[in-house]
């Protein structure tokens, strides 16, 4: 079975440039989450879907980031414009069953914002 | 205050000894608890998934959840230097599904 997949896995821009990030979840899997990490410290949540609907987006700083689940299985998300402090790990992750809380992550997508 | 605190290390053990990680936490509507276990430049994968109170094994690890005193253990017998990673904690109600995760705590298993 194959794992999360993420693109790109490194992605280093000028501040206030656009970026996207994309993720393929394990196929299957109806639950997708967007999560952020920075260095040493745990990955905190941006977004959750269930299937194209987005149920938690209480993180996601709507004035940057934006993130679309098209025909829910591919996702998308994109800030513009990138802040230094943007700089971090972006983390997608799925999951089959939310009552378990068993989340399969992806490797990550590292942003470096100059 | 954080929900969920966890002492970032690094912890230095020589192969074959005894670790103990440890996560305290605040919100006592936490039922289901998680260790991941995160190598460098790579994503967290689930290590140990525990309900409530109690103990769970598995092979070399075992996990323990009191939550009584809102504090919960990840022991690792046998470390191995292949056990170097960062381990992280993570928690999460049952009425919801966001997890809450710790810091992480960098393990390094030296020869």
């Known amino acids: 079975e194959a794992g999360v997949v993420q693109s790109p896995r490194y992605k280093i821009i000028e501040k206030k440039q656009p970026v996207a990030f994309w993720c393929n979840p394990i196929?299957?899997?109806?639950?997708l989450y967007w999560y952020l990490q920075n260095l040493g410290q745990g990955p905190e949540l941006l977004i959750r879907?269930?299937?194209?609907?987005?149920?938690?987006d209480s993180q996601l700083p709507k004035d940057r980031f934006s993130a679309e689940r098209l025909k829910g299985v591919d996702s998308t998300l994109k800030i513009q414009p990138a802040e230094l402090g943007d700089s971090a790990v972006y983390l997608c992750?799925?999951?089959?069953?939310?009552?378990?809380?068993?989340?399969?992550f992806g490797e990550g997508s590292r942003l470096t914002v100059l | 205050q954080k929900e969920v605190e966890q002492d970032p290390g690094p912890l230095s053990v020589p192969e074959g000894a005894i670790v103990s990680l440890n996560c305290t936490y605040s919100?006592?509507?936490?039922?289901?608890f998680m260790w991941y276990r995160q190598y460098s430049r790579k994503g967290p994968e689930l290590l140990m998934y525990?309900?409530?109170?109690g103990n769970k094994e598995d092979g070399r690890f075992t996990a323990q959840v009191d939550k009584s005193s809102k504090y919960i253990s990840l022991f690792i017998r046998d470390s191995q230097p292949s056990d170097s990673a960062t381990y992280l904690c993570?928690?999460?109600?049952?009425?919801?599904?966001?997890?809450?995760f710790g810091t992480g705590t960098r393990l390094q298993v030296t020869l």
């Open positions: 992750a799925s999951s089959r069953d939310t009552g378990t809380g068993e989340l399969f």
């Open positions: 196929s299957g899997h109806n639950t």
């Open positions: 879907y269930e299937n194209e609907e987005a149920v938690d």
């Open positions: 919100n006592s509507a936490f039922q289901y």
């Open positions: 525990t309900y409530s109170s």
């Open positions: 993570a928690m999460r109600s049952g009425t919801a599904s966001k997890l809450t």
